[in-house]
Structure formats: structure tokens, C-alpha cells
């Protein structure tokens, strides 16, 4: 089975929260780590290999915290998930770039064709998506208990009317 460890799933998280809140102050782990109900010590380590691939940036301080380096437009989901994860590699046969270790039936492998495909479908998908695609998505399908609040007003519009519908007539024939 093809797994994204828990490394990927909560790195993605944290980089979508911090897409979120793109634009404004730097955002604190214990914030995050509330937020998307996470342990503050995990997202330390991945803040740092975010921080340390170039994709977020921190600021010490009272006031200090982790935002995107970058616009969430111009970051692709490929380069988030490399970040936290490595090579994209469904097989060992089908790893990105160098293989480290190297299969010893690669030369008449038959299904070393079947596991490049899937490897570049999956880099093709998240090539496709960008940070900012996927907060689109994630804030379309949040409980409304979280989403932000709309821009624009609401307008009230009473109720006109609670009466029921009539009842249908009855048919009279019973059981004939």
C-alpha cells in the first residue's frame, strides 16, 4: 500500500495553516499545534525541515512564529511532500533521481514499467497543485463551525410563512 507517513499528513497541515493565515503575523507552533490538534514537539522538528528547505522562515521573539517563505501560489504540493518525505517512490525501481539502493532484478524487471507510471502520476498530481489550491479546497469543505467569516454581510430574511401543506383529500374507497 502506498503510504504518506505521519510526517507528510501533519507537515502538510502545518504549512496549510500557515497558508491560512499568509500575509499576517507569524504563527506559533503551540497555535498550530491547537489548531489542528497536534503535539507542539512533532511540528518543532518539521518546522524545521520546512525551515531548513526554504520553505518557511522564523522569527524569534514574543511576538516570533513560522510563516511561508513564499506566496502560497508558487508553492507547488511536489516540492511540500519532497520536503517531508524524500524521493517520491512507490517501488525502489521507481525512485526520483539517483536510487540509493538499487533492486537486484532491475534489468528484466516485468513490472518496472508499472511502478515509474504510478510514481509519475503521483509527482504529476502534486506538480498540478499548488499550497494555495489546496486551501481553497480544504476551506470549501470545512465544518462551518471553523471557516472564517464571510466578507460580506449576511441579510436577514424573515420567514413568510410556517403553515403546512394540506393534507391530501382522502380517496373514500378503503380496501374494494
Given at each position: ?10 507537515g502538510?497541515?502545518?504549512m ?6 499568509y500575509g ?8 498550530i ?13 518539521l518546522?524545521?525541515c ?8 522564523s522569527t524569534?521573539?514574543a511576538?516570533g512564529?513560522?510563516?511561508l517563505s513564499?506566496?502560497?501560489?508558487r508553492?507547488r ?8 518525505e ?12 539517483e536510487?540509493?539502493i538499487v533492486?537486484?532484478r532491475l ?5 518496472k514499467?508499472?511502478?515509474a ?18 486551501l481553497?479546497?480544504?476551506?470549501d ?12 454581510p ?23
Open positions: 500500500m502506498l503510504r504518506v507517513s505521519t510526517r507528510g499528513e501533519y502538510v497541515r502545518l496549510v495553516d500557515l497558508a491560512r493565515h499576517g503575523n507569524p504563527r506559533s507552533l503551540s497555535d499545534a491547537e489548531a489542528e490538534g497536534l503535539k507542539v514537539l512533532y511540528l518543532e522538528q518546522a524545521r520546512l525551515r531548513e528547505e526554504g520553505l518557511v522562515e524569534r521573539g511576538h512564529g513560522y510563516r513564499r506566496p502560497p501560489e508553492m504540493m511536489s516540492e511540500i511532500v519532497r520536503a517531508l524524500g524521493q517520491i517512490a512507490p517501488m525502489i525501481c521507481a525512485t526520483e533521481g536510487m540509493a533492486c537486484d534489468e528484466g524487471c516485468s513490472t514499467f508499472l511502478w507510471h504510478v510514481r509519475d502520476a503521483i509527482v504529476a498530481a502534486l506538480d498540478a497543485m499548488t499550497l494555495a489550491d489546496l481553497r479546497e480544504t476551506e469543505t470545512r465544518p462551518s463551525l471553523f471557516r472564517r467569516p464571510a466578507t460580506m449576511v441579510q436577514f430574511v424573515p420567514n413568510v410563512s410556517r403553515r403546512r401543506a394540506p393534507s391530501p383529500a382522502p380517496t373514500g374507497g378503503g380496501g374494494q
